[in-house]
T-cell receptor, first 115, second 111 residues
């Protein structure tokens, strides 16, 4: 398995501002992903973070709103841009290990509240 | 398209057995995952099934029937700490490692 850390663990932000969330994995992984989990709901995939290239976004999510970086195999960032209260959610990073049947391991999440 | 259905909530008694069902529709099946998520915490991996049948792992077992598009998670000797949400997930069609999650089943274990 992989151990995944995220920073910050939580934040309260003003609308119109941006927040960058960091995700660090303790070993080299093939795939990294960003999910959103709104209160009381399940996880929704935002995008796949690709190393050295642009992220692949799922329907309903765009790069201008959620820019993602992955400069190497163990680190990724997600920025939530021009925030509104609707962006209040938990943002989770996950990592998939090559040859591990596609199993994903999750970071502890970042709780974001936008006022 | 892809679709995953799970019951929203279940309750059970400490020491009992509970079965959480999951039905799915997907093209190009690449396995099914179960995750446990305690309130306010990240999901943790429980099991992965890609072949039909029952996989046992201590108090937890997971079953898969590919022909029926059906899986269940069986929890035995329930403990209070098993109170959590249980998420069923399958890979996106044609997507390596990308998962689509069901809405989750909130299990409450009572004394």
């Amino acid at each position: 398995s992989a151990v995944i850390s995220q920073k910050p663990s939580r934040d309260i932000c003003q609308r119109g501002t941006s927040l960058t969330i960091q995700c660090q994995v303790d070993s080299q992984v093939t795939m990294m992903f960003w999910y959103r989990q709104q209160p009381g709901q399940s996880l929704t995939l935002i995008a796949t973070a690709n190393q050295g290239s642009e992220a692949t976004y799922e329907s309903g999510f765009v790069i201008d709103k959620f820019p993602i970086s992955r400069p190497n195999l163990t680190f990724s960032t997600l920025t939530v841009s021009n925030m509104s209260p609707e962006d209040s959610s938990i943002y989770l990073c996950s990592a998939g290990l090559a040859g591990d049947q596609g199993t994903q391991y999750f970071g502890p999440g970042t709780r974001l509240l936008v006022l | 398209g892809q679709n995953i259905d799970q019951p929203t909530e279940m309750t059970a008694t400490e020491g009992a057995i509970v079965q959480i069902n999951c039905t799915y529709q997907t093209s190009g099946f690449n396995g099914l995952f179960w995750y446990q998520q305690h309130a306010g915490e990240a999901p943790t991996f429980l099991s992965y099934n890609v072949l039909d049948g029952l996989e046992e792992k201590g108090r937890f077992s997971s079953f898969l029937s590919r022909s029926k598009g059906y899986s269940y998670l069986l929890l035995k000797e329930l403990q209070m700490k098993d109170s959590a949400s249980y998420l069923c997930a399958v890979p996106f069609s044609g997507g390596y490692n990308k998962l689509i999650f069901g809405a989750g089943t909130r299990l409450a274990v009572h004394p």
